[in-house]
């Protein structure tokens, strides 16, 4: 299509939005492409907003700058408005990243960077954008960062499209907490809309999400975005701290001008070494796949030859260690050496803290109840024994030598108790005497005393009845608690029977680690058997793991927080109880696992393998895809979502046609898609 516009010609329509129709056309005087954005007919009766799109359209044309797109024209063609910008060519940041996903940590650093100098150079002629977000930010073939939309008047809510999903994308995702309260917007506004693109580009995700304009919203307002490094642990610390002080809420704790964020980002980039900029942003752009697997293998080995060095510094460099090995993970979640490295690392760093454990005092406000490990009998006697000493030692030391009065005085308190033990002794000797005397008397009496005693009783006794052994049951939930009968722990743990009682009461006691003893009181009846139910409560400081595998990667949400980002395994400590786990993976549905039961000190394995796809194609000719013998009533070409991983058979049919080779079986890995191409020739 061509179609004359004054100073210029109307090409093909290329895009569009709340506010105009943009098209590709020529500018006729020097035949050069440009993009026309056309204002809608129906806007251009409002004067006011006229007169704002002219204003800003001019402050726009007066920005020259190699990271903004220029203005070439302003002007207005038979009533309609259009605004004239230099052409570029390439793909905005948007579809750049829906193609080939987020830019690898060097090359993010280098586009953000770009972006915060285009920033930088309106602000100082006091400009601002207002609409900063991937789809204004373009990225040329050779390497160029090209901020679009500079200035240009719009309506925010005429500039939100909702996806199929209810995901909200487009200006409200991107907004300042001052422009989501519809307050006064300004330089500050820019610099958080900046700090959510560079989230995104870092992270891989924007910060602020939700299913609704409202949520979006108010996620913006009052909820704090998880921390960069969690997401991507290989963000350097200075740089995490760069974006996170972008997106403060609070203008007044906010980075005080783009130029000291675009100042911090050139420190971070000189140290990393990355000096040939444009010439690294020109390469990745001609090869993004090539560059991005070239730039991830170097940095894969540079953190695993750290994590080894700082592996043998000692104890005091088992963090730095065990994070190094964590970003060799984040990037190849089955590579063995990190993975050995790294487990014997935690085993190590368990160990010493559960020896920091032993050593410890325990503070006297402790629970009694709580899971302890007792020391080795032998440690426990070598203390007390060194704590008898210097208890001896001490109270030797505080004796005080006697003093000739002293002495005396002892004496004579000495002399005046053996009185007294002689007075006594001669009082016991006389009584002796006199109770001698009277047994005496009373045997030569004893048949005086004999005639008067009643008459015994001769009636034979019943012998009494024999007494059966008793027994009891005694039962716990959770099982495998320790029994203790009337203070005597048992060998066998619960459930169980203890059978041979003594008929009577008995006092059971049940212990196990990590939850709260409990005590009953039961009679037993003779040659009865009676039961015992005990349903255990943890101990509030308990703590058990969840350790979580997936194929191939997904972020970890326990009961809605996120724990882990982008890993293949993670390991959890969470309270003793029922939680809710999920594993999210950016590209399927994710998993989700309810009420998952975890005991105090017990580890609870979860996995999942998250689906792969396959693509089918059949040279020119179309046909229906079948799955397992399933006609899956697509016709080629086309990608089948959803597949279980493991062997699959796949062939295409269409008559009057045969498939060269016949059916094929392929191998599905869980997240990735396997390409399968089939010829069709004619019967």
């Given at each position: 299509m061509k179609q004359d516009f004054g100073p210029f010609e109307l090409h093909e329509k290329i895009g569009g939005g709340g506010m105009a129709s943009v098209y590709r056309g020529m500018q006729k005087a020097l035949q050069r492409t440009v993009v026309l954005k056309v204002l809608y007919p129906h806007l251009a009766e409002d004067e006011k907003f006229v007169a704002r799109f002219e204003r800003e359209a001019r402050n726009a044309a007066n920005l020259e700058h190699e990271n903004i797109v220029g203005v070439i024209d302003y002007g207005k063609h038979e009533g309609l408005h259009f605004i004239a910008m230099e052409f570029v060519d390439g793909l905005d940041l948007k579809r750049w990243m829906e193609k080939y996903g987020p830019p690898p940590l060097e090359m993010a650093l280098l586009i953000l960077r770009d972006i915060c100098r285009g920033l930088e150079h309106a602000h100082q002629r006091t400009v601002v954008h207002r609409d900063i977000k991937p789809a204004n930010v373009m990225l040329t073939p050779d390497g160029t960062v090209k901020i679009m939309d500079f200035g240009l008047a719009r309506r925010g809510e005429e500039t939100t499209t909702v996806t199929v999903d209810g995901s909200v994308l487009g200006t409200p995702a991107y907004m300042s907490p001052e422009q989501a309260e519809g307050k006064k917007v300004d330089k500050s506004s820019d610099i958080f809309s900046a700090g959510v693109v560079a989230y995104e580009l870092l992270g891989g995700q924007r910060p602020f999400s939700g299913d609704s304009y409202s949520t979006v919203l108010n996620a913006i307002l009052k909820v704090d975005p998880p921390r960069l490094e969690i997401l991507n642990p290989l963000i350097p610390d200075e740089v995490v701290t760069i974006v996170h002080h972008m997106l403060e809420k609070n203008k007044l704790q906010r980075c005080p001008s783009i130029g000291v964020a675009r100042r911090d980002l050139d420190t971070v980039i000189e140290r990393m070494g990355l000096h040939r900029a444009k010439d690294l942003l020109n390469e990745y752009t001609q090869n993004p796949i090539q560059v991005g697997d070239a730039l991830r293998k170097e940095r894969l080995a540079k953190h695993l030859d750290q994590g080894l060095r700082l592996e043998t510094l000692g104890p005091a460099k088992v963090g730095e260690a065990l994070r190094e090995f964590e970003r060799v993970l984040h990037m190849d979640p089955r590579h063995k050496v990190a993975q050995e490295h790294l487990q014997r690392l935690q085993q190590e760093q368990e160990q010493e803290r559960a020896r920091q454990r032993l050593l410890a005092p325990t503070p006297p406000e402790e629970d009694q109840y709580a899971t302890q490990i007792m020391p080795p009998p032998e440690e426990v006697r070598k203390v007390k024994e060194r704590k008898e000493g210097k208890e001896r030692k001490e109270r030797k030391e505080r004796r005080l030598p006697v003093s000739?009065?002293?002495?005396?005085?002892?004496?004579?308190?000495?002399?005046?108790?053996?009185?007294?033990?002689?007075?006594?002794?001669?009082?016991?000797?006389?009584?002796?005497?006199?109770?001698?005397?009277?047994?005496?008397?009373?045997?030569?009496?004893?048949?005086?005393?004999?005639?008067?005693?009643?008459?015994?009783?001769?009636?034979?006794?019943?012998?009494?009845?024999?007494?059966?052994?008793?027994?009891?049951?005694?039962?716990?939930?959770?099982?495998?608690?320790?029994?203790?009968?009337?203070?005597?722990?048992?060998?066998?743990?619960?459930?169980?029977?203890?059978?041979?009682?003594?008929?009577?009461?008995?006092?059971?006691?049940?212990?196990?680690?990590?939850?709260?003893?409990?005590?009953?009181?039961?009679?037993?009846?003779?040659?009865?058997?009676?039961?015992?139910?005990?349903?255990?409560?943890?101990?509030?400081?308990?703590t058990g793991k969840l350790e979580i595998k997936v194929r191939p990667y997904a972020s970890f949400y326990v009961d809605g927080k996120l724990e882990k980002a982008n890993v293949a395994l993670a390991r959890i400590t969470v309270k003793a109880g029922k939680h809710n786990v999920k594993a999210v993976h950016p590209a399927f549905p994710p998993k989700e696992w309810k009420g998952v039961e975890v005991g105090p000190n017990a580890t609870v394995p979860l996995s999942y393998d998250f689906p792969g796809s396959i693509r089918v194609t059949s040279g020119g000719t179309w046909a229906y895809v079948h799955l397992d013998g399933k006609n899956m009533n697509k016709p080629t070409p086309c990608v089948l979502e959803g597949v279980r991983p493991g062997k699959h058979t796949v062939t295409v049919v269409r008559e009057p046609f045969t498939v060269e080779g016949g059916p094929k079986t392929v191998t599905v890995e869980p997240g990735e898609t396997v390409p399968l191409e089939f010829k069709l020739q004619s019967k």
């Open positions: 000739p009065t002293r002495l005396r005085n002892l004496l004579v308190a000495a002399s005046g108790v053996l009185v007294l033990l002689v007075v006594a002794g001669v009082i016991q000797l006389f009584r002796e005497k006199d109770s001698a005397g009277d047994r005496e008397e009373k045997k030569t009496t004893g048949a005086k005393v004999q005639i008067n005693e009643a008459p015994r009783d001769t009636t034979p006794k019943a012998t009494p009845a024999p007494v059966a052994a008793a027994s009891v049951a005694v039962n716990s939930r959770p099982t495998g608690a320790q029994v203790f009968l009337d203070g005597v722990a048992k060998s066998e743990p619960t459930n169980l029977v203890m059978g041979g009682l003594s008929p009577g009461e008995h006092v059971i006691r049940v212990e196990k680690p990590g939850f709260l003893p409990q005590e009953k009181r039961v009679t037993l009846g003779s040659g009865k058997r009676d039961s015992l139910s005990f349903t255990l409560q943890t101990v509030p400081s308990a």
